[in-house]
Structures are given as structure tokens and as C-alpha cells.
Nanobody
């Protein structure tokens, strides 16, 4: 069974930095696109950033120039480096990945449990 486990959330002051990590574990044959989404109270879940297994990245306009997504394929892990954090970045951040668990089985989309990021003075 595949699991995505996030870590690295917390409370940070405006202008500060955090690094989120998400490790995929379990029966994994191949991982394709990995990404981060976030959901603030009373709002819909939104895309933050994605990265393909080839390293191509995509960012929401609101985080371009401040956030960087990266991945370590040897560790099945995706990272989100967040700089110049603003109060409006406060949300639960969710890891997402397209994974083939076993050869011959269709690709499936998985979600992590989420990690809270709070930006406040």
C-alpha cells in the first residue's frame, strides 16, 4: 500500500522560510508527477507547484519567485522550499503524486494527510 507522509510544517513569522518534505513509501514501481497543493480555511484546495519525474516544474502565480519545488528520486521524496512567506500562505499543505504501485497496474493519484503552515507574527 502506498503512503505519502508530509513533514516540515509549523509556525513562522512573515518573511520567514520553511521546507516541507513528502516521502512516498510502500509498494512503488514508478512515480510520475509529484506536487504540492494547499487549502486555506473556507477556500478550495489549490495548486501550489508540481514537478515531473523529468524535473519540469510548474508554479501557481502567487508563489512564483518565492517557492521552489524539487525532488529526490532515489528517496521517493518531494520538497517545497518556501521563502518570503506571507500571512496569505497560511494553509494546510498537501502532497500529491501519480504512482504506479505494481508493474501492469494503472497509475493512481495519491494524497498525503496534510501539514499545517501558519504565517503570523
Amino acid at each position: 500500500q502506498v503512503q505519502l507522509v508530509e513533514s516540515g510544517g509549523g509556525l513562522v513569522q512573515p518573511g520567514g522560510s520553511l521546507r516541507l518534505s513528502c516521502a512516498a513509501s510502500g509498494s512503488i514501481f514508478s512515480i510520475y508527477t509529484m506536487g504540492w497543493y494547499r487549502q486555506a480555511p473556507g477556500k478550495q484546495r489549490e495548486l501550489v507547484a508540481t514537478i515531473t519525474n523529468g524535473g519540469s516544474t510548474n508554479y501557481a502565480d502567487s508563489v512564483k519567485g518565492r517557492f521552489t519545488i524539487s525532488r529526490d528520486n532515489t528517496k521517493n521524496t518531494v520538497y517545497l522550499h518556501m521563502n518570503s512567506l506571507k500571512p496569505e500562505d497560511t494553509a494546510v499543505y498537501y502532497c500529491n503524486a501519480d504512482i504506479i504501485a505494481t508493474y501492469g497496474v494503472p497509475k493512481y493519484n495519491y494524497w498525503g494527510q496534510g501539514t499545517q503552515v501558519t504565517v503570523s507574527s
